[in-house]
């Protein structure tokens, strides 16, 4: 019987371990406030909601990217964290 013939290996030698860092936990605290009105239209009535929320409202640091370029001299810094944000809201009712 004939053995296989032995095509080779290659050997990967890392200087660091592999994804040993991990982000932060993810800490977020939002409001929304929504008020609802009566809009008065011909002959229905209709109704709409107002209002406005503000996300992170702390303005927690809450990274979304991680510099991971070992040449660099920031690697394994984060970067890219959200700011806080408002946005209006409306919502008609038909």
């Known amino acids: 019987m004939r053995k296989p013939a032995m095509l080779g290996f290659s050997v990967m030698l890392l200087v660091f371990r592999r994804n040993d860092e991990r982000f932060r936990r993810f800490n977020s605290f939002d409001l929304q406030v929504v008020k609802q009105i009566r809009l008065p ?16 409202l702390l303005n927690h640091f809450n990274p979304r990217d991680v510099q991971n370029d070992l040449d660099s001299s920031r690697f394994g810094e984060f970067f890219n964290g959200p700011p806080r944000s408002f946005r209006g809201k409306v919502v008609l009712g038909f």
């Open 41 to 56: 239209f011909r002959t229905k009535e209709h109704t709409a909601k107002l209002g406005f929320g503000v996300f992170n």
